[in-house]
């Protein structure tokens, strides 16, 4: 591992406020392609466009972040495009990030620790309490010490641009935890073995 480029905070705000209610064709919509929800494909497009280096090491679901463009239709509509877990799917998002510079912090027990996160950090939502993080979001906005979070979502509910970091659903979550994201990113300089690598849906091994 070497130590690669600094993590650019801006664009990776610039990149959420341009596609949050305008998503980008390059990537699938997993809101509308069976994903379960668009929201940490999004995360992980934001944390893209700000520097963060695909990571194709095949470490298992934690040790791997990438995706592959392997159609030409817009959003993936002939779904063929894969894509790690860790991209897709917000528990293993946070695990991934914490294992590669990220560091927690409670903000359910301890809120006004989220005076801590910086512009381009992400928060991380368990709704049910079940210890597995159901919602990513990120960081695009500071307000006397408060920060806001731009996020997509699964519909019908609509996307949110820059709104209050204590989110609500049908109820408040059960756990909330902010990741402090590194200011120098790590760069894993594995070539992408695809004979490995396989997509987060199984099904488009097919």
């Known amino acids: 591992?070497?130590?690669?480029?600094?993590?650019?905070?801006?664009?990776?705000?610039?990149?959420?406020?341009?596609?949050?209610?305008?998503?980008?064709?390059?990537?699938?919509?997993?809101?509308?392609?069976?994903?379960?929800?668009?929201?940490?494909?999004?995360?992980?497009?934001?944390l893209l466009a700000g520097g963060?280096?695909?990571?194709?090491r095949y470490s298992g679901y934690d040790g791997e972040w990438w995706y592959r463009h392997r159609g030409t239709a817009p959003?993936?509509?002939?779904?063929?495009?894969?894509?790690?877990?860790?991209?897709?799917?917000?528990a293993?998002?946070?695990?991934?990030?914490?294992?590669?510079?990220?560091?927690?912090?409670?903000?359910?027990?301890?809120?006004?620790?989220a005076g801590r996160l910086r512009l381009g950090d992400v928060i991380f939502y368990d709704w049910d309490g079940d210890g597995l993080f159901d919602h990513s979001a990120m960081v695009?906005?500071?307000r006397e010490g408060v920060p806001y979070v731009t996020y997509r979502t699964l519909a019908p509910?609509?996307?949110i641009r820059d709104g209050h970091w204590q989110l609500r659903f049908r109820r408040r979550a059960r756990n909330i935890i902010g990741m402090l994201l590194p200011d120098e990113l790590p760069l894993y300089e594995t070539a992408p073995d695809w004979s490995k690598?396989?997509?987060?849906?199984?099904?488009?091994?097919a």
């Open 52 to 56: 963060w280096n695909m990571d194709y």
């Open 157 to 159: 509910l609509e996307p």
């Open 140 to 142: 695009t906005r500071r």
């Open 197 to 205: 690598l396989v997509p987060c849906d199984r099904r488009r091994l």
């Open 75 to 90: 959003f993936d509509e002939d779904q063929n495009d894969w894509w790690s877990c860790t991209w897709s799917l917000p």
């Open 92 to 113: 293993l998002l946070e695990r991934y990030l914490a294992f590669n510079g990220g560091v927690r912090l409670d903000l359910q027990n301890y809120p006004r620790l």
């Open 1 to 46: 591992m070497a130590i690669a480029l600094q993590y650019n905070r801006n664009r990776a705000v610039q990149y959420g406020h341009r596609h949050v209610f305008a998503p980008n064709p390059q990537f699938a919509n997993m809101d509308t392609a069976g994903g379960g929800g668009d929201c940490t494909n999004f995360t992980s497009q934001c």
